[in-house]
């Protein structure tokens, strides 16, 4: 099993930034692909990002959602069981909680089935 954890969230004016943490416990994060999704009040879950596990035939190939390219990034650090959502010129409608996923083996695309989520981290951003 992976557990993973977001933090960082917060409240952010229209421009702004944030980034957001996903730690993970466990010895094999690395043969995990991870993701993060969001969820507004009333709408259905959206895919934000994803990557595969660090030894994909994929390489580190990273999906992004239309709404999100050019703005936010996404990346991982293995020796620290961690990865990040940078998320610069922040609007309203990128109001959401924010979760974090994984996947073991998995590549990280949008229509994967996920195992493992984390409770989640709101993002508010005012206009």
């Known amino acids: 099993q992976l557990y993973v954890a977001e933090s960082g969230g917060g409240l952010v004016q229209a421009g702004g930034s944030l980034r957001l943490t996903c730690s993970a416990s466990g010895r094999t994060f690395a043969s995990y692909a991870m993701a993060w999704f969001r969820q507004a009040p009333g709408k259905e879950r959206e895919f934000i990002a994803g990557m595969p596990w660090s030894g994909s035939r994929t390489g580190s190939k990273i999906y992004y959602g239309e709404s999100v390219k050019g703005r936010f990034t996404m990346s991982r650090d293995d020796a620290k069981n961690t990865v990040y959502l940078q998320m610069n010129n922040l609007k309203p409608e990128d109001t959401a909680i924010y979760y974090c996923?994984?996947?073991?083996?998995?590549?990280?695309?949008?229509?994967?089935?996920?195992?493992?989520w984390g409770q989640g981290t709101q993002v508010t951003v005012s206009s």
């Open positions: 996923a994984s996947e073991m083996y998995g590549l990280g695309e949008g229509d994967t089935a996920y195992d493992y």
